[in-house]
Structure formats: structure tokens, C-alpha cells
């Protein structure tokens, strides 16, 4: 087995035992790639490309025919099983296969009919078996990354930006949001990003003071604040960017509040270590930001993880504080928002270190003002 | 109010009162768009851009503050209610302003996390509030189409039937697979879809025996089947089509293979009208199929139901039977796959009448073979 995934399991397996569970029923698609390699996705919130099944001493992989081929190629260590008519109807004979009294479900994504149909289904097994919820099983050996999930993300966070170069070079007053979405998006893809992180944001003028503005046809004007937030996917890698333009000379106040955003990233940047607390980081961001007379126009958390999943654990918020540890890859996105006006989102991309930090993003200074 | 959804919401009042409901929470976002207008989307399976709560008298849009905004314009006759630390929290009191007794949810989309964590606080309410799983409410209106929503899938198949044409012109031997699915996207982006229906599939020679190919870097050899499977999204609608392509000379057996799934496809759709059963028009197709030689080699359902989602109800499928309706829009989409030498699909989209079928797909006689 890949001393990768025989590693991830030996802790789960862990986990298992510490709980009293017998297996694992992993069916988070991040999840199971994290433990098998097998790539299939889910289509649509209601469809699922499979489970895996972790227990003591076994590994089954179950999946419809459509990925049986897939399954079997990506996920070697794995036994795959076909399931013909949903996973519903074969999981009490897996369940007995594998000797499960106590199965273990990841609740924050089966569905509750899917959930009440296992049950059932499972009462029939003898002796029957218990489903049992459990949280952030996989989720939380996610949240360190080993040297090659930071080179992953390194990688796809370098396609970004050289895609954001490219497109910078030919921006015009006059395209519309749309348009730069799409070049942005085309960049990234055809330099071979797999996909996007999500959906880019491109947001000009007063439409940058929406903290999640979709793309629209206006048209950018010189002298406005130009929102550009965008990632690339890359060997299953998420990268995530801010960046804020002025085409043309800036207007008042867009340098005091770019100096701002740029300052109390920098600073809360400057407090990250093992052992620090996302809540007190995300508070000198917020602190400085408030110093500066913007206190209530900051309306969203600091930052988040981020790896196989564009949002994932640990959060630098002020609402939830999660310890930072060595190897975790979080953005640092402070944002000043003012209402008909525009706004400002400056976000990097750090790895926590042991004594502090060090950024992923391309070190060359950055200058917003384009075009001049 | 908007006519149609003044219309759907009127459904949604009837089945509440019959089901003894007091309000329906309805967090599927094709659900949602569907009864209000709003299109904000899940960015993750664990992210909710907000719910529903339709009771008899009122209409609540409760999100968070990226969404705002967006709800309020989109969805102007719902009062939206903005929760500041998640839906939980405010679940409550949103419940008790409504005077909820009985509250209805899509045990399809609610996690067993969220399911335990909205019973517990609703606990707290005095009259408590009692959560009652639903299936299909809104799936079920959303089952047959208006003319409008036929026509917002006519629009989106033009699109993509056009994306096609363009990129059909343009395809020669040593081209990969990829290559020819990003045009496709390109393609269908650059006419205007505001997204895919799903990822376009190309599988060339022995590739095209999976069903559910991934675009790889093999390289297209002259002679050997070409499966395109592509849908555009416009106006929220999808398109879904298939067409296998021949670069070249057809070697055999493509032109026996071609033309059974041609006739079972024709057969099937013949068949087709208000009252008939998705199970015997499954059959037709596969029956022909069989008599053909290939009985095993067409392994999957002749169709699906498109609309907001690409697959949705009802199904012509030999395992769930579904009663086919004037106004319901499906796929009908056999296949033959033949191991090691490749395989070939031809799927049209046609809407149910009364007394027959319209076939959506552009009338011209289709010829696969290519680049003569």
C-alpha cells in the first residue's frame, strides 16, 4: 500500500478504536480521497460516487458500476463492490462481510432519509448493527498537511497568479465583470488547472463592497476599486487569492483603505505560529482595521483552511477559535466594505510553521494601480 | 406576486395542509429558485446559501449576510431574515414569529447533524416544534414543465447544439480528449451558457465503453468511435445530448452498433406520450437492443428527467417504474458498450403531450462520421 494512505488509515483506525467503532463509513468526497486515491465525484447533493469502509482489518470500497473500472485503477488497496441497486439494498451484507456491530457514518453528510434507510436496512443484519454519527474523523488529519499537500497547493496557487498576470496585462475600463471572469477562468484552465477553486469574483465600483458579489455586466470605470478573487485547482490542491485593482489613478479614499487591508493582513500574518489562536489573530486584524476608523465595515471572518477543500477547517474567526498547528495552510482575507462606494479584499495564502509562517503567495511587492 | 410562483406556493399551501404541516423548510437550492427566484447557490455540500419556510400565511427567505442583498432582490416577496452564527441559532425564533407546530423538512438534503442539532433547539420553543421529514414536495411540482421552462431547455439545447457544430468542424485525428472537451466548454461559455450541466464527457475508441468517461489526454485515431456528452445551463435550465462521432472511415462494427442504438433510441421515443409507463418505454429500447445481439451491453436507464437539475424525476429506467406526464422533459439515451473496442450512446431531450412526443433536438438527419 502507498505509505501515504497506509499512514492516514493507521490514525483512523485509531480513532475507531477510541471510539469503540468497528468500521467507518466514509462517503465525504474529500474524505475518501484523503484514504484511498479514488477521485470519483458526486454529481449533484442527492448522487454519490460511493463509500469507503474502513475497519480493523479491511478495506471495501463501495460503488455503482458506472465507477467500478475508476474504483479499481485509483484505489488498489481497496476491495471494490459493485452495488446494482443503491447502496441501501447491499450495505447489511457488507456490514456482515465485514463483522460490524458498531458502524460509524460521517453525520454531517448523510442525508436524514438516507440515514433512516440504513438503519433500517441494518436492523436486519444478525446481530444487527448500530449506526453511530461521528464528526471530523477524516476532516481533522486534513487540517495539518504533509510537504507534498503544501507543494500541491503551491503549485496550484502558482498557476493562479501567473493566470492573474495574464489577464491583468489586458485589462481595460470598459469590459465588464463577466468578461474578466472569463478570461480569468480560461487562463487558469488552459495553463492546466484541473478546475477552480470556486467560481471567480470579479467585482468593480460599488458592486466590491458585496463580500460575495457575482460577477455582472458592469462595465469597469478608471479610478474605481476592481475585486478579483479567484483559486485553481490543481492535483486535487485548492488555491484561494485576492487581490483589489485601480485601473488608472486611484480615487479617494482607496489608498488609505488599501494601506489598511494590506497593513492588518500583514500584521495578523506576523502573530500566525503553532499555537496561536485563530481568534486572537483574527482580532489584530480586526483591531487594526477598527484603529483606523473601519471598524464595522469588516463584516466576515479572517480567514479558513484550506486543501482538498477550498473551505475547510481550521477557521480565523471571531465566532469559533481553533488553535493553529504546524502544517496547516490557511487565507488571511481582511476586507473593509463601504456601501456605494466599493471595497477592499486582500488575501494571502499562509502555512503555519513551528516559530511562525511562511506565505505561499509570489513575494514580489504588488502594486494595484494598472493600466497607467 | 409573480404569477408562477403565486401558483407553485398554492401547491405547496395545499400539500401542507394535507399533510397537517404548518410550514415546509425547504433547503434544496433548485427548491428554493423554483418557489422564490433566488439563485443563491451551496458553494460546498456543507455550505447553504439559506431555506424556505413556507407556512400558510407567510413567506421567510432566512440566510446569512453574504446573501442579503441578493435574497432581497431576487425573492421580493419573501421577508428575508438575516442569522448572524448560523441557521440554529435563529431557527427558534423564526419558528415561534410563524407559530409552527409541525415544521416539514427534505430529509434528502438535511443532514443527520443539522436534523439533530435544528430538533434540539426547536425543543427549546414553547409550544416545542416537531420536525417532520417530507420527500418530493417540490419535486414533484417541478416534474412537468410550463412553457416557459420548456422553452428556457429549448434555449440552452440551441446553445449547446450550436457549441457542438462549431467544435465538430474543428476535431481531427491526435486531438485529445480533453482538448475536445474544453472546446466544447469554451464553446458553450463563450455563446452565452452561464455554466455546464455537467462536466462534458469525450471518450474515444476503447474509453467510449464507459459510460461515465472522464476526458483523458488519449489522443482521437481515425476510425474508432467518438461519445460526446455535453449540456449548457441557460436561464437556469439544462440541456442534456449525446452524439457518437466517427473521425474517418467506421470501422466495424460501428455502423451496425450505431444504427440498432439510433433505432432503439427512435423506437423508445415513439412510444412516448402522456400515460405511458418509464419502465415499457424503457423496455422498447432495450428489447430492440436484445434482439440486436447486444442485450448485456446496454447496462444503464434509457433516461432522467432534466429541468433545474440535469437529473431529476421522473426516470425511464427498468428498476423504478415513474407514470409519464403531458409536460415532463426527459433524456432518452441508449447505449451499446462493447469492452476494449469502444461504445456508442445517442441521447435526445423531447417533452411529453398528450398524445405523443416533441422531440427538443434540432430535426437535421445526424451523420456521424466525420472529417471525410
Same mark, same amino acid.
Given at each position: 500500500m502507498n505509505a501515504t494512505h497506509r499512514?492516514?488509515?493507521?490514525?483512523?483506525?485509531?480513532?475507531?478504536?477510541?471510539?469503540?467503532?468497528?468500521?467507518?463509513?466514509?462517503?465525504?468526497?474529500?474524505?475518501?480521497?484523503?484514504?484511498?486515491?479514488?477521485?470519483?465525484?458526486?454529481?449533484?447533493?442527492?448522487?454519490?460516487?460511493?463509500?469507503?469502509?474502513?475497519?480493523?482489518?479491511q478495506l471495501v470500497l463501495a460503488t455503482d458500476s458506472r465507477f467500478d473500472l475508476q474504483a479499481r485503477a485509483e484505489a488498489p488497496d481497496f476491495e471494490v463492490v459493485c452495488y446494482r441497486k443503491g447502496l441501501e439494498k447491499e450495505l447489511p451484507a457488507i456490514a456482515a462481510n465485514l463483522d460490524i456491530r458498531r458502524l460509524g457514518f460521517e453525520s454531517v453528510r448523510l442525508s436524514h432519509k438516507n440515514h433512516a434507510a440504513y438503519a433500517k436496512a441494518l436492523q436486519t443484519v444478525s446481530p444487527p448493527v448500530e449506526l453511530v454519527p461521528t464528526e471530523n474523523l477524516v476532516e481533522d488529519l486534513r487540517k495539518t498537511k504533509s510537504e507534498e499537500e503544501i507543494q500541491a497547493t503551491v503549485d496550484a496557487l502558482r498557476l493562479a497568479e501567473k493566470a492573474f498576470s495574464r489577464v491583468v496585462a489586458t485589462i481595460r475600463p470598459g469590459m465588464t465583470e463577466k468578461q474578466v471572469a472569463w478570461d480569468m477562468e480560461k487562463a487558469m484552465r488552459e495553463l492546466g488547472a484541473q478546475g477552480l477553486s470556486f467560481p471567480v469574483i470579479v467585482a468593480?465600483?460599488?458592486?466590491?463592497?458585496?463580500?460575495?458579489?457575482?460577477?455582472?455586466?458592469?462595465?469597469?470605470?478608471?479610478?474605481?476599486?476592481?475585486?478579483?478573487?479567484? /483559486?485553481? $485547482?490543481?492535483?486535487?490542491?485548492?488555491?484561494?487569492?485576492?487581490?483589489?485593482?485601480? #485601473?488608472?489613478?486611484?480615487?479617494? =479614499? !482607496?489608498?488609505?483603505?488599501?494601506?489598511?487591508?494590506?497593513?492588518?493582513?500583514?500584521?495578523?500574518?506576523?502573530a500566525i505560529r503553532a499555537g496561536a489562536s485563530g481568534t486572537e489573530v483574527d482580532k489584530i486584524a480586526r483591531d487594526f482595521i477598527d484603529k483606523n476608523g473601519f471598524g464595522d465595515k469588516f463584516g466576515h471572518g479572517l480567514g479558513h483552511g484550506t486543501g482538498l477543500a477550498v473551505h475547510e477547517a481550521p477557521r480565523l474567526s471571531p465566532i469559533k477559535d481553533d488553535l493553529l498547528e504546524a502544517g496547516m495552510i490557511v487565507t488571511v482575507e481582511?476586507?473593509?466594505?463601504?456601501?456605494?462606494?466599493? /471595497?477592499? $479584499?486582500?488575501?494571502?495564502?499562509?502555512?503555519?510553521?513551528?516559530?511562525?509562517?511562511? #506565505?505561499?503567495?509570489?513575494?514580489? =511587492? !504588488?502594486n494595484p494601480c494598472i493600466g497607467n
Open positions: 499512514s492516514r488509515i493507521a490514525k483512523i483506525r485509531e480513532k475507531l478504536a477510541d471510539l469503540e467503532l468497528d468500521a467507518l463509513m466514509v462517503s465525504i468526497q474529500e474524505n475518501r480521497y484523503y484514504l484511498s486515491g479514488y477521485t470519483g465525484e458526486d454529481a449533484q447533493f442527492d448522487e454519490s460516487a460511493g463509500v469507503l469502509l474502513v475497519s480493523a482489518s468593480s465600483g460599488p458592486n466590491s463592497a458585496l463580500p460575495h458579489a457575482i460577477p455582472s455586466d458592469r462595465r469597469i470605470v478608471e479610478g474605481e476599486p476592481l475585486l478579483i478573487d479567484w /483559486g485553481a $485547482r490543481l492535483n486535487e490542491y485548492c488555491s484561494d487569492t485576492t487581490r483589489t485593482l485601480v #485601473v488608472g489613478k486611484p480615487k479617494d =479614499p !482607496f489608498q488609505n483603505v488599501f494601506d489598511t487591508v494590506v497593513e492588518a493582513r500583514d500584521r495578523a500574518i506576523a481582511p476586507g473593509i466594505y463601504l456601501p456605494n462606494w466599493g /471595497g477592499v $479584499r486582500m488575501e494571502n495564502q499562509v502555512v503555519v510553521i513551528q516559530d511562525g509562517v511562511r #506565505v505561499l503567495n509570489d513575494p514580489a =511587492p !504588488f
